[in-house]
């Protein structure tokens, strides 16, 4: 980190210097410029004058030989202040890519860090539970209730387990092969079980299902598509209190159809709306974080709303909570 400063400060003091060196060089040459323009126009006048082509130093003011020259010297004054402007705007620009392209880096490389530092534990902490499981009932003789309850924490755990791998070749494929597989279905009942499936799972979450219209048919990729809204449901839970409560609507126009996942929980900054879709971005760091994730979810959502041709939004839900609106035309194959 101090190298990175230190090495910042480097390259300020050279574009710096460079500033300053350019200015005074134009100075110079504009100077020069006007000496040399002078001291032609003194040669002239003499000259001319001896050779009887003009007769007065006011004949020759008036002259073309002194407005020829005249002419000259704003054309080249005129470059030269045309040159310097160019000079300057190709340094901003280029310092601003450069400035641009080191935090992305910096970015980047934090987003590496701090997926690695969540992977890690993603990873291990079903692993340990699912062995400490196991080790249990090898080691002791339990009732067939506590066996049970600890075959079901296992189980959990394996899913927790299978869902992450998942997502993580979901993301990879996302990249280079993704493929939708199209087919026609009603959107508003899909929905509608998705979100009873999460009532289930959430028994303390208060969910609701609103449609503002029925059997509204799209076309679009199923397993695709309930990764995108499971995900916008967990988040919408992960990310509230203790009693989240979530309200799922669903419009259409006559291009899109538009469905919207509403919480009431912590909320997103504004500054930091514009990164969560990147590819293992969390917000905080991994220190102060008390939840669990990889920062793949929102990324999976984005990509698959974009192959559908679609868009997603992030908004505020006054007065506590996030909105995520997704945008889906009925049919992406028929969108160039
Ligand atoms: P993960 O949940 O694994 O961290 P996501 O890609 O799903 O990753 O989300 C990225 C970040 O966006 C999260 O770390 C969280 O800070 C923020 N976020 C997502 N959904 C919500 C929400 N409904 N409310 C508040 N913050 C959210």
Redesign the pocket.
Known sequence: MKRNINLRLLSYTVIAYMMLAFAWWSVLLFVKNRDAYMAKRDKDRIVLIARGVVSSDVEYFESDYYKDLTRKYKRQEWMILGESIVFVISLVIGIWLINRGYNKEVNAARQQRNFLLSITHELKSPIASIRLVLETLAKRRLKKEQSEKLNNSALKELDRLNGLVNDLLLSAKLETAYQLHLEPFQLDEFLADLVLEMKEKYPKAQFSFRSAEEDLTINGDKTGLTSVAI?LLE??V??SGKEPKIDVFLESDEKNVRFSVA?E????DDKEKKN?FDKF???GSEDTRKTK???????IVNQIVRAHKGAIEVSNHPPQG?VFTVTLPYNPAEIS
């Open positions: 995900n988040n919408a992960k990310y919480d929980g912590i909320g997103i969560i971005y969390r917000v994730g990889t920062g793949l979810g929102l990324y996030t």
